[in-house]
């Protein structure tokens, strides 16, 4: 049986959002299907330069490849990565649902679909994916917290995106990112609290 390997970037690069991008390795799978992969990668990494001519190894994957059911799933993923970095949010919708189909025991693909939510500010469903995300058993514990306490503050509730901030800095002591965003939310709750 192939292993799908997971790769996890923090997507402030990918999205004017600083979220979380996971590219499915696909393991075994044809040319095009590794392509894509790349090619999600690189919109992961390149945001402001992806482009839809990114998409044409997945379609050709997912058109004419012989993948596994695992395969197949990881590059409807990948695909909706690229789609959302060329901020076609209801295309990356619609292959994460895919992916989610086929694969529903893969947490990166619930992150994923959680950032396409998050971008379309249903951040309700999107917390609902990222916790998901936890119960499925991501790896990548700090990144979905990070992600979690970004829609809990658009959400209002800067109690539980203080936690979830500081959760994610407890498992990744350092993260500059996530220290910015605190010190941001602890200052505004501050100049709040003074006004007041």
Request: overall charge negative.
């Amino acid at each position: 049986m192939r292993e799908i390997r997971c790769l996890i970037l923090p997507v402030c690069l990918l999205l004017p959002m600083p979220l979380l991008a996971q590219a499915l390795t696909v393991m075994g799978g044809d040319a095009w299907a590794n392509s894509c992969y790349e090619n999600a990668e690189y919109a992961t990494n390149n945001s402001p330069l992806a482009s839809r001519s990114l998409l044409e190894p997945c379609d050709s994957s997912l058109e004419y490849g012989t993948l596994s059911l695992a395969d197949r799933a990881a590059t409807f993923a990948n695909r909706g990565i690229i789609h959302a970095a060329t901020k076609n949010i209801s295309a990356a919708m619609a292959d994460y649902e895919k992916a989610v189909s086929i694969s529903p025991e893969k947490p990166e693909i619930y992150v994923n679909r959680g950032n396409a939510y998050f971008l379309n500010m249903d951040y309700a469903i999107a917390l609902a994916d990222y916790e998901h995300s936890l119960e499925l058993g991501i790896r990548q514990i700090h990144f979905v917290r990070y992600n979690m306490g970004m829609a809990y503050e658009k959400l209002g509730n800067d109690d539980v995106a203080e936690s979830q901030f500081r959760t994610a800095l407890e498992i990744e002591p350092g993260w500059e990112l996530v220290e910015e965003r605190l010190d941001r939310l602890l200052q505004r709750r501050a100049e709040d609290a003074a006004d007041q």
